[in-house]
């Protein structure tokens, strides 16, 4: 969360200094960045992506596409975002049963596969038509409560989950998904309460402006 808050507070900085760049100059340096994150990944490091220059990463390649005007179609997203996902999956079986220690490295977000499904995935989403994109915004409305709970719980979260798919991957995939629902549930809840609160509060800062106006 301190990384996203940066990122916000620098952004109007970040974009005046996107927009100056060349364009070759702008995909220098992305190129450096994700050969860094590659780098790190394959280095094994414990916070690889998971850090300042991992999400900005992500931050400076959706503004060179933005700036740029770089789109993907549809059905080219989705094909890259499924085969990327199949081969992610593909490599956390290998490492089950293989190498054990890959599993969690796997998750990082500065593996090359993570980085192209989270951009594909944008443009999937941007491509659908509005009414769908609101069911499916406000669906995902609350998504950050999934990193916020599950991140909150720690490793022996983490460890349980892991526990349960070497027993049965079929109850691995069910609680996965439960703990994705119910994540949602709860985000969704906090954010109608947090509305309704607002409301009310906004509703007496009225009514009392208006006794006074009066």
């Known amino acids: 969360m301190t990384y996203y808050m940066i990122i916000f ?26 050969l860094y994150q590659t780098i790190s990944f394959i280095r094994i490091e414990p916070s690889g992506g998971c850090n300042f220059p991992g999400l ?6 959706g503004r060179y596409f933005r700036i ?31 190498f054990r220690k890959w599993v969690f490295i796997l998750l990082n977000y500065n ?14 989403v941007k491509s659908l038509k509005p009414r769908y994109s609101l069911k ?9 409560f999934i990193y916020l709970i599950t991140d909150g719980l720690f490793m022996p979260f983490y460890e349980w989950v892991a526990s349960v798919f070497e027993v049965n991957v079929l109850y691995g ?17 906090v954010i109608r309460l947090s509305e309704c609160i607002l409301s009310k509060i906004n509703t007496h800062k009225f009514e009392d402006y208006s006794i006074f106006v009066k």
């Open 111 to 124: 593996t090359p596969l993570l980085m192209s499904m989270s951009v594909t995935l944008f443009y999937f």
């Open 68 to 98: 740029h005007k770089i789109e993907i179609e549809r059905k080219k997203a989705l094909t890259i975002f499924l085969s990327c996902w199949a081969g992610l999956i593909g490599l956390l079986f290998l490492s089950a049963h293989c």
């Open 173 to 189: 995939v069910l609680l996965y998904v439960a703990v994705v629902v119910v994540c949602l549930l709860t985000g969704h809840a």
């Open 9 to 34: 507070l620098l952004s109007p900085i970040l974009n005046r200094g996107c927009e100056s760049l060349s364009k070759n100059g702008f995909l220098l340096i992305i190129s450096l960045l994700v």
């Open 136 to 144: 499916v915004n406000e669906l995902l409305r609350p998504v950050l």
């Open 56 to 61: 900005l990463t992500i931050f400076l390649m």
